[in-house]
């Protein structure tokens, strides 16, 4: 924490004052070294710093053209009359990083806020658009609450494959299941691989990335727009620029984080996942963001505030269309329209462009109805996500309806038990493995501590010998996460997870589970007493990858699923104190 003797500002002056406004030893060494660069004495005569948090990688494909939006956040930040610093955190690339991205989302948004609080910045504009850098981003920021404004990378252009639509990872998943039940070659399967991602972006269906750029958008982080501009579109550069002037203002307004990202806004973010039929993976990074905020936010929350709004997106993987027709429809600003006219929103809270939420999107129209129902005709009616509860999950379960069978979403079957993501990849192909339809699919040991990392697996792919009977669905039960490209009856988030000693490690081949969603239940059909007879034997396998560094340190700290999965240490937030000199 700063004491009197090295805190430089008076009440109300810029944070980076502490550093610049100085003439003494300190303030000619912190300095000169920026002036390396050629700046005049005048860039330090008390206009704001602001940080460009740029996510840009190589490894991470969706921020791949993130140099280009960072120069036209700077070109805004110039012509504001800011002064900016573009600076480089940890990036988490979804596609890439093993064994999930996710284990990384929490050193990701250490790394964020402690070079946000170390160094002299009155301001910061959060580049982000791959998966977990959102989320990352938005939780290291609301540990230190600057001014802060984010910037989405945008989706990639619709992917096209021999006259029809492709989308990332849901087509992946539907032409990978084609390939395994021999109905399409080798051939055609590389040949769609290229066709698919034709863009710099993140995927361009309702997945991960979209969902949380949309967040952002909800949420009132972004300006109005932020969730759907594709990457390419001149508009994305547009909206960095704009974001740049607009981040110098809120300085200037001293709008922090805290203001925006209030329970009300929480409570808007979650309707707004309904309403778009996004990714159940927005589900532990909402929680993660309120608790570095110390905002009250629970698992029913997300039941009872959205399971029976209605969907009104029809993309991929809940629907049909991908990103790039949202925007053309009219974007996110149209379901915030819709949601806000019924008063399914807070329309008075502000937002990052000084504006309420009702404000920016009062003159939002849709162009196209086929791709953005409205509320009185929606895509899916009262298809939010939710929240199961049950012997096998009571500390709650995560299920997506408007990406389910509904037959299945009252169903009792046989459990096919995988004790590891191993097993299940040793097994799977199996022609000989005992399972139907019916049944009801279990993976253990994919949650937090057990992969670690919660990975993306809970969509298990089904047995080759049923997808050729023309089986597409199955009931799937885990402790892990799925893609938000992902679809099927898929039962996810089970807390305690198995690693941590929860019910779902004691099932076994033959048990009997019904899951009822309309009754928001999950039920092992297991004696309490044969329960407490299998837990006395049971015996945790070891934890993958533990051993040593960050992993280690996430294993023992982690929080379960209902509680966001961040680590115990960095819940709340320690503000932007500026801390002694160097030197």
Not at 220 to 242: C, F, K, M, S, T
Not at 363 to 383: E, G, L, M, T
Not at 544 to 564: F, I, N
Request: charged share 20%; aromatic share 6%.
């Amino acid at each position: 924490m700063t004491d009197d003797a090295n805190d430089y500002r008076k009440p109300g002056e810029l944070r980076s004052r502490a550093w610049f406004a100085r003439q003494d030893k300190m303030g000619f060494y912190y300095r000169s070294w920026l002036r390396n660069r050629g700046l005049p004495n005048d860039q330090f005569d008390g206009r704001p710093v602001i940080g460009i948090c740029n996510t840009w990688s190589e490894l991470t494909p969706c921020n791949g053209h993130f140099r280009t939006i960072a120069e036209h956040v700077r070109y805004g930040i110039l012509e504001a009359g800011g002064y900016p610093l573009e600076f480089p955190v940890l990036s988490l690339g979804e596609t890439q990083m093993r064994p999930t991205a996710m284990l990384y989302r929490n050193l990701a948004s250490m790394d964020v806020e402690e070079a946000l609080r170390a160094n002299p910045l009155d301001g910061v504009v959060l580049l982000m658009g791959c998966d977990k850098t959102t989320p990352a981003l938005l939780m290291g920021a609301a540990s230190v609450d600057l001014p802060t404004i984010g910037v989405s990378g945008g989706p990639m252009l619709s992917g096209h494959y021999r006259g029809q639509k492709i989308g990332s990872g849901t087509n992946t998943i539907s032409m990978s299941e084609q390939l395994r039940a021999g109905e399409i070659t080798l051939r055609e399967f590389h040949e769609a691989e290229g066709a698919m991602s034709r863009s710099a972006g993140s995927c361009m269906t309702m997945g991960t990335a979209s969902t949380m750029a949309s967040m952002v958008e909800a949420l009132g982080v972004g300006l109005p727009g932020n969730a759907a501009i594709p990457a390419p579109d001149a508009r994305r550069n547009e909206l960095a620029r704009l974001a740049g002037r607009r981040i110098v203002e809120m300085v200037r307004e001293d709008l922090r984080l805290s203001k925006l990202l209030t329970r009300q806004a929480l409570e808007n973010a979650i309707r707004t996942l309904a309403a778009i039929g996004g990714s159940t993976n927005a589900v532990v990074h909402l929680l993660a963001i309120a608790g570095r905020l110390g905002v009250p936010l629970e698992l029913e929350d997300f039941d009872r505030l959205a399971s029976e709004v209605n969907c009104l997106v029809n993309l991929r993987p809940s629907g049909e269309h991908l990103m790039e027709d949202f925007y053309y429809a009219g974007g996110l600003p149209v379901v915030l329209r819709d949601l806000v006219e019924r008063n399914l929103l807070h329309g008075d809270v502000i937002t990052a462009n000084g504006r309420t939420l009702a404000e920016n999107v009062a003159d939002a129209q849709c162009w196209n109805r086929d791709v953005i129902h409205s509320y009185d005709a929606p895509f899916k009616p009262q298809a939010g996500i939710a929240i199961l509860r049950g012997n096998l999950c009571p500390d709650g379960a995560v299920i997506k309806p408007s990406a389910a069978s509904p037959h299945l979403l009252r169903h009792t079957g046989r459990a096919v038990v995988f004790e590891s993501i191993e097993d299940l990849h040793a097994r799977i192909n199996d022609e000989n493995l005992d399972i139907d339809e019916t049944c009801v699919m279990v993976l253990k040991y994919c949650g937090p501590k057990g992969y670690p990392g919660m990975a993306e697996v809970g969509n298990m792919p089904l047995p080759p010998k049923l997808l050729r009977q023309g089986v597409r669905d199955m009931i799937r039960i885990s402790d892990a996460r799925m893609s938000g490209t992902a679809y099927g009856t898929v039962v996810l988030h089970v807390a305690p997870e198995a690693m941590a000693g929860g019910n779902l490690a004691l099932v076994r081949n033959g048990d009997t589970i019904t899951l009822d969603v309309a009754a928001r239940s999950l039920h092992l059909h297991v004696e309490e007493a044969e329960l407490e007879a299998r837990r006395a034997a049971w015996v945790p396998p070891p934890t993958p990858l533990s051993e040593r560094g960050y992993t280690r340190m996430y294993v023992q700290h982690v929080l379960q699923a209902d509680k966001g999965v961040d680590l115990d240490f960095l819940v709340g937030n320690s503000g932007s104190p500026v801390a002694r000199d160097n030197h």
